[in-house]
């Protein structure tokens, strides 16, 4: 039953880390590391998850959204101050 509980928090973070992530930041008026935070947790979580197929997926989506976000962020913040 806990597992089930885990998978779900993943599912809900990973969500929350597209929409918070994907939103323009002069809407939502919060911090830049929020989409990390839930991006993290999401990670976590599904590791924690329910095994098998699901879990795999869970781990992969949740990476790969992580690492897009670090890399947009890392690009608007040192690529676009120095053209």
């Not at 806990?2 to 928090?9: D, G």
């Not at 993943?10 to 918070?20: A, G, N, Q, R």
Request: aromatic residues 14%.
């Amino acid at each position: 039953m806990r597992r089930k509980i885990f998978t779900y928090l993943s599912i809900i973070f990973l969500f929350l880390s597209f929409l918070v992530g994907l939103a323009p930041q002069s809407i939502l008026e919060i911090s830049l590391t929020i989409p990390f935070i839930s991006g993290i947790l999401g990670l976590i979580f599904a590791i924690l998850g329910i095994k098998g197929p699901t879990r795999m997926i869970l781990v992969v989506i949740n990476l790969f959204v992580l690492v897009v976000f670090i890399g947009v962020y890392l690009m608007a913040f040192y690529g676009l101050n120095n053209p």
